[in-house]
């Protein structure tokens, strides 16, 4: 589906941070150009493109938050929010 191919001078740091952040969602800096361009144009990202998780990275060393993790909050969350509605001394 790839047509015209052009050279386009972009700032170092640009460059660096566009590439790095296409490797870290498995795509091709190709791709994020197309679907930047794409976005600025007003017309739909590509479909069909790979998701690499974590979406948005963590900071090194800190803990995964797993589904299994989530639905542990999620319990906690709501036995605490269940608990603060009874009424102390009615069944």
Do not use: Y
Not at 1 to 25: C, H, Q, S
Not at 26 to 52: E, Q
């Amino acid at each position: 589906m790839w047509g015209m191919k052009t050279t386009v001078e972009i700032p170092d740091d640009l460059f660096r941070e566009a590439k790095a952040t296409a490797a870290r969602n498995g795509s091709k800096l190709k791709d994020l150009v197309a679907d930047g361009l794409r976005l600025v144009l007003g017309k739909s990202p590509s479909k069909g493109r790979r998701v690499r998780f974590p979406l948005i990275p963590g900071e090194p060393g800190a803990p995964r938050l797993t589904a299994a993790r989530v639905q542990e909050i999620e319990a906690s969350e709501n036995q605490a929010e269940d608990s603060s509605h009874a009424r102390p001394g009615r069944r």
